[in-house]
């Protein structure tokens, strides 16, 4: 108990980073705050996820506005599986890419509304009404709630960007990342997150600006090949985040060797969740967290 009570205190003062705290715990990781039971991405899906059993990580996904604001999104457009718009309508998928962020302020971003419409994939998702929040909103909620619940919250967030949308989708790696670490200390939550992308730029940008951040490099189902991805990378980051599928004990026991922790996305059955766990693999990230209970 000692032991526990001291690192606590340590994450709280920024001397233990969130993979030093979670190196013998595994990490339940609820994808874009438990999309499978509540509009992904809201503030109000955060603040349910955190009242349910074993979920010790937020994973979430940042995009930037037109007025430089970073905003909590999966999507760099209304994605129109979840946008009801300002005059009551739902999007068309022709239309919906038309309505990239980056070319709205966030003044006009929040006028839309992506809670209410009816998930295709998420039948059971509850709605209500829910707008994509700013990262600063959504970091003082789940503070605020971690401190009620007198309990330390980590964060995974992934960048959304490509070579193909700079200036267009989003900003240049450099700008995208400092937005994103500003509020990461102006919050103190800095210690507490890993963020993860695709896109291999904005970690190498925050490896060399800001390397006490901890980085996860996010792979797809065409990259089998970890040790090929984390030479191209060109350090060596503290997770290795692959589609689930494509995780192997070799890959397993590549990272392990390096110290690189393996957290596969996204895991939504409790049988697939168990035999990863049993694999050897350090996480999970899940669009229904509920599963997280049945697993031993």
């Not at 993979?19 to 013998?24: H, I, K, P, R, S």
């Not at 009404?129 to 789940?142: C, F, G, I, Y």
């Not at 970890?226 to 990378?233: G, I, P, W």
Request: charged content about 25%.
């Amino acid at each position: 108990m000692k032991k526990i009570i001291l690192m606590m205190l340590m994450v709280g003062y920024g001397m233990l980073s969130y993979g030093q705290l979670l190196a013998d715990k595994f990490g339940f990781e609820a994808h874009r705050g438990g999309r499978a039971l509540v509009p992904e991405n809201t503030i109000a899906a955060m603040k349910y996820t955190l009242g349910l059993k074993n979920v010790n990580t937020l994973e979430m996904d940042l995009c930037i506005s037109k007025d430089k604001k970073v905003v909590v999104s999966h999507d760099v457009y209304f994605h129109p599986n979840i946008t009801t718009t300002p005059q009551g309508e739902y999007l068309t998928p022709e239309n919906a890419r038309q309505h990239l962020l980056y070319q709205m302020d966030y003044d006009s971003i929040s006028k839309y509304d992506v809670g209410l419409k009816p998930h295709p994939e998420f039948v059971d998702q509850k709605k209500f009404a829910a707008v994509k929040p700013l990262l600063t909103a959504l970091l003082d909620e789940t503070e605020k709630i971690a401190k009620q619940q007198n309990r330390l919250i980590y964060y995974n967030m992934e960048i959304k960007s490509r070579k193909a949308g700079d200036g267009k989708e989003h900003p240049l790696p450099d700008e995208f990342v400092d937005l994103v670490v500003s509020i990461l200390k102006e919050k103190g939550v800095i210690s507490r997150t890993v963020i993860q992308s695709f896109d291999m730029r904005p970690l190498q940008v925050l490896h060399q600006k800001y390397p006490e951040i901890k980085l996860s490099l996010l792979t797809g189902k065409n990259a089998k090949d970890a040790k090929q991805m984390l030479q191209r990378l060109g350090f060596t980051p503290a997770a290795y985040s692959p589609e689930f599928s494509t995780v192997t004990p070799e890959m397993i026991s590549y990272c392990h060797a390096k110290k690189i922790k393996i957290l596969p996305w996204t895991v939504n059955t409790a049988e697939e969740i168990q035999k990863l766990k049993d694999l050897g693999v350090d996480g999970v990230i899940s669009d229904n967290p509920v599963l997280f209970q049945k697993i031993k």
